[in-house]
Each structure stands twice: as structure tokens, then as C-alpha cells.
């Protein structure tokens, strides 16, 4: 009776590893089609635009209905946290052809659901160029802690005043 427990969990094994070496096979795959994804996707967002302000309450039938002048609408994505599920007060609209996004363009700073609407054409992000965000400043540099140790050099007690141009300990450090 054990002997056949054994063959029964053998035989789930083996069919478990099979499984895997499928899922593992259908990733290459995917992992292959990415380069052609890649191109693909950039076509999608040469035909897609932004649209900014959107109040949010609103379905993507009523985006269709304020865009459909522009050209024929393949899909519209509202985008919402993903955690609280709340939209997040933007779209992308992906239109059948790239000529399409100029008869968009037009649609900025247009009324909808009594906002003004922000329409851009969509960018295609770059992976690695988000990483460089908010570096622009540089660090400032020596900010200087221990303020002059010309003046007050050897008091043999108490705290020294301090010296000129500095305020006393730590003191006001700016947004850096």
C-alpha cells in the first residue's frame, strides 16, 4: 500500500515536472517575442495619445464618444491604483492609425465632464531613463558642521560661541 502511495506521488512529480519544463519552454518563447514586441509596442504608442485631467468618474464609453471625431479607437485604458483601485485622473487612447493622433491634438484643453482635458501624444517609455529622475541638483558641498576652530580654539570649559557667520550647533540646513 505504501508502494503504491509512492508510485501515485512519483507519478504527480513527474507530472508536475512536466508542467514546469512547459511553462519554462512557453517563457523562452515569450522571452524571444519581446524584441518583436518591443517594435510593436512602440507602433501601438505612435498611435496612442495621453489624455490628462479626466475626471474620475468617467467610463471609457464616454472618452470614445469625445474622441471618435478623431478616428477609429482601438482601445482606451484608464489607469488606476493598484492598490485602492481609484482611477488615477488619466487615459491612453490607442487609435487604428497614427494619423489619427494630430486629430486628437486638437482635443487639448477641450471640455470633458466640465474639466479641461490635457492631450499628448503618448511617449514610449524608456526603461533605465526614470532611474535619472530628480538628479538634476547636485549635492551641495561642504556645508560645514564644525563651525571655525580658529577663533574659540582651546577653551578648556564650557561650549564656545560661535563663530562668526554660523549659527550655533546644528542650525538651519536648507533643502539640500
Known amino acids: ?5 509512492m ?5 504527480e512529480m513527474e507530472a508536475e515536472a512536466a508542467k514546469l519544463r512547459e511553462m519554462q519552454a512557453q517563457a523562452e518563447k515569450e522571452m524571444n517575442m519581446t ?3 518591443k517594435n510593436n509596442k512602440e507602433a501601438v504608442d505612435a498611435r496612442s495619445v495621453y489624455v490628462g485631467n479626466v475626471d474620475w468618474g468617467s467610463t471609457p464609453e464616454e472618452i470614445q ?3 471618435q471625431s478623431c478616428g477609429t479607437i482601438n482601445r482606451i485604458t484608464i489607469l488606476c491604483d493598484k492598490w485602492t483601485g481609484q482611477p488615477k485622473g488619466y487615459a491612453y487612447v490607442e487609435f487604428a492609425d497614427p494619423s489619427s493622433v494630430a486629430n486628437a491634438m486638437v482635443l487639448n484643453e477641450s471640455l470633458f465632464r466640465a474639466r479641461l482635458i490635457k492631450v499628448t501624444p503618448k511617449r514610449t517609455n524608456v526603461p533605465g ?3 535619472n529622475r530628480g538628479r538634476g541638483r547636485g549635492r551641495g558641498a561642504y556645508r560645514g558642521g564644525f563651525a571655525g576652530h580658529h577663533a574659540y580654539a582651546h577653551q578648556p570649559y564650557g561650549p564656545s560661541p560661535p563663530a562668526y557667520g554660523h549659527p550655533p550647533y546644528g542650525g538651519y540646513r536648507g533643502r539640500g
Open 35 to 37: 524584441e518583436e514586441g
Open 7 to 11: 508510485k501515485q506521488r512519483v507519478k
Open 65 to 67: 464618444a469625445h474622441f
Open 1 to 5: 500500500q505504501e508502494i503504491e502511495a
Open 129 to 131: 531613463m526614470a532611474a
